[in-house]
């Protein structure tokens, strides 16, 4: 699933640049940063594994909400200076598009299961 892989890229970019944080933000704003990265692909492979169609739908909602937070967190940490620009510039880069992606397909979700109900 490309959005898992992209979800799962992005996670890892995070890791990699909270890693260099201050120590007295590493352990606040770096570890809201790695937990809301983490959420994204985690919830994406819960979902899939879940037994129905509107579960999977709330999952990948879910996630979509961790890319919302990590977005804001990211903004918050290039404006201290604790990434570079070209680190923030690709990871706000993946958020979109997993954003994008995760949107587009509880979208079609949703709307697969408005058909069965007609």
Request: proline share 3%; net charge positive.
């Amino acid at each position: 699933m490309i959005v898992y892989r992209k979800a799962m890229e992005l996670s890892l970019l995070v890791l990699r640049a909270t890693q260099g944080f201050p120590k007295e933000l590493k352990y606040d704003l770096g570890s809201q940063m790695r937990r809301a990265a983490i959420s994204i692909p985690n919830n994406i492979a819960e979902g899939y594994r879940r037994m129905s169609r509107l579960e999977y739908a709330q999952f990948l909602s879910i996630a979509n909400g961790s890319c919302g937070e990590l977005q804001s967190q990211t903004d918050i940490a290039r404006g201290m200076d604790l990434i570079p620009e070209g680190e923030h510039l690709r990871m706000r880069g993946l958020e979109l598009e997993v954003s994008k992606m995760l949107w587009a397909m509880v979208d079609r979700l949703r709307m697969m299961g408005e058909r069965r109900r007609k």
